[in-house]
């Protein structure tokens, strides 16, 4: 039996921004403007989609995403703390970063489920 979480409980906003990807979380960088964090920021939701031009994303600022994950320390399900890599992606934090529930962790693909 195969299980998606894609898209439960979101919720979204458009946010104004630059070099953003789809994908990649983000942190609020200035009023109603998103950026990519820098490893170790504390991000606030994921780009769910960005505009032709690359000056306005959608960004998912509660519910289940998947994505990226890299560091030491591979994720488990239940609550952890996650961080910006700095890649776009997350790592696992010991302290600080944003407390998440991980719902379910591919370690083939490198990728990591949870609620925002």
């Avoid at 439960?8 to 942190?27: H, L, S």
């Avoid at 606030?44 to 998912?60: E, H, I, K, W, Y």
């Avoid at 700095?86 to 407390?99: E, I, M, T, W």
């Amino acid at each position: 039996m195969s299980v998606s979480y894609e898209g439960i409980g979101q919720w979204a906003a458009t946010f104004a921004c630059g070099g953003v990807r789809e994908g990649q979380v983000v942190k609020v960088s200035a009023n109603g403007t998103v950026s990519g964090c820098e490893e170790g920021d504390r991000f606030c939701g994921m780009a769910l989609a960005v505009s032709r031009d690359g000056t306005a994303c959608t960004v998912a600022l509660g519910g289940m995403v998947t994505a990226a994950y890299s560091g030491g320390t591979e994720p488990a399900a239940g609550w952890i703390n996650l961080a910006a890599d700095g890649n776009g992606g997350v790592a696992v934090v010991s302290a600080g970063g944003r407390s998440c529930l991980a719902v379910d962790v591919d370690s083939a693909a490198r990728t990591v489920t949870f609620v925002l």
